[in-house]
T-cell receptor, first 116, second 116 residues
Framework: DTEVTQTPKHLVMGMTNKKSLKCEQHMGHRAMYWYKQKAKKPPELMFVYSYEKLSINESVPSRFSPECPNSSLLNLHLHALQPEDSALYLC???????????????FGDGTRLSIL | GNSVTQMEGPVTLSEEAFLTINCTYTATGYPSLFWYVQYPGEGLQLLLKATKADDKGSNKGFEATYRKETTSFHLEKGSVQVSDSAVYFCALSDLSSGGSNYKLTFGKGTLLTVNP
């Protein structure tokens, strides 16, 4: 069982809909991430939150809007998506870097999003 | 910049065969190295990690040694099982990359299929 929980597991939406993806972790991690993964490809980083503040936005279109309401929750608000946005959306969390080493990221099982 | 090169496969083995998946990297600093596994329909799971040269990560019979002289982190398992069938991703994060502290650089992934 994963320690990062994502809901819903599957989502089908039209291009004019508004929906949200949710992610929750209770490991005390202060860094949280959104990734997009297309079939047979590695995950692509979208956003990074550190201490509930957005620290990295990888030039993601504004139709994707992240939100971090508290240290355990991460949302991704979706609006006016395009068919090419269909993908697996993964949430991850980690401790912050310590000393000379980075910390591994722990992933959820993802939300499989289909845009009609 | 940072990059990870891994054998893309697919790799098909019989049960109890020996597994090697090659991974080499390029990094500007002193990266931490990871192997992640993705089972069908799931997110990524951390399989093992190494944070400095000559470290050996191990888990579930898998091993990988951080070789700075050859910039490699090859994944090995002495006897694979059908349940090991999955996609394996080699990845690095590099603390010296300034604002990229949180970024994971992934290889393209290797699909492993183990037949009974």
């Amino acid at each position: 069982d994963t320690e990062v929980t994502q809901t819903p597991k599957h989502l089908v939406m039209g291009m004019t809909n508004k929906k949200s993806l949710k992610c929750e972790q209770h490991m005390g991690h202060r860094a949280m991430y959104w990734y997009k993964q297309k079939a047979k490809k590695p995950p692509e980083l979208m956003f990074v939150y550190s201490y509930e503040k957005l620290s990295i936005n990888e030039s993601v279109p504004s139709r994707f809007s992240p939100e971090c309401p508290n240290s355990s929750l991460l949302n991704l608000h979706l609006h006016a998506l395009q068919p090419e946005d269909s993908a697996l959306y993964l949430c991850a969390s980690s401790r912050l870097p310590t000393g000379n080493s980075n910390q591994p990221q722990h992933f959820g099982d993802g939300t499989r999003l289909s845009i009609l | 910049g940072n990059s990870v090169t891994q054998m893309e496969g697919p790799v098909t083995l019989s049960e109890e065969a020996f597994l090697t998946i090659n991974c080499t990297y390029t990094a500007t600093g002193y990266p931490s190295l990871f192997w992640y596994v993705q089972y069908p329909g799931e997110g990524l799971q951390l399989l093992l990690k190494a944070t400095k040269a000559d470290d050996k990560g191990s888990n579930k019979g898998f091993e990988a040694t951080y070789r700075k002289e050859t910039t490699s982190f090859h994944l090995e398992k002495g006897s694979v099982q059908v349940s090991d069938s999955a996609v394996y991703f080699c990845a690095l994060s590099d603390l010296s990359s300034g604002g990229s502290n949180y970024k994971l650089t992934f290889g393209k992934g290797t699909l492993l299929t183990v037949n009974p």
